[in-house]
């Protein structure tokens, strides 16, 4: 498998985190968001994802986009181990959170999105990260074990660390979200999660390498 990935990007690091939990090995190539101009918007990369978004795999013959649809093909061809709960109310709950963020949040708070926010673009994150946290953290509330949904690592988890991650990168106060607050630091003790973390890629800046 081939993975199109940038570093920081939190829809990349979800299915990097799919990846090493189901002990799958690939190849990264880089594709930088920044530079360039961005290198999503080149013409070799737009003939490949024409919404020239990371991440993009290539696994089994096909190259899939979108971060959740190449969870849920991991998930139905490489089973284990699960990342949707088998009992139906657990898995609905699992897909909900998973789709809060990932539907309600992060793209409001997108690349794409920031550049047209100019000057205003950390309030802007910071405002929407926080109104989707209020919501999510009266949700985990209700759903939440060790992780998101139980005490098993789910596809809500996997959505939930680098939207963290993007809060504490916009300065989001996280005082107010302890059950998010405490999940995202037992996931990022699990190996998987540290492996995709942003600061161990392969196009992380020097900087900003663990």
Sequence with gaps: PILYSYFRSSCSWRVRIALALKGISYDVVPVNLLKDGGQQFSAEFKAMNPM????ALKIDGITLSQSLAIIHYLEDTRPKPRLLPQDPKKRA???????????G???????????QMGEKKTEWAQNCISS????????LQHTAGRYCVGDEV????????????NAERFKVDMAPYPTITR???????????KVSHPSRQPDTPAELRA
């Design 105 to 115: 949040i992060q793209p409001l708070q997108n690349l794409s999105v920031l550049k």
């Design 154 to 165: 789910s596809m809500a988890d996997l959505c939930l660390v680098p939207q963290v991650f």
């Design 52 to 55: 020239q978004q990371v991440p």
């Design 183 to 193: 999940i995202n630091k037992a996931l990022l003790e699990l190996e998987a999660f």
């Design 93 to 103: 709950q699992v897909r909900m959170i998973a789709d809060h963020i990932v539907s």
């Design 132 to 139: 989707g946290f209020q919501a999510l953290e009266q949700t």
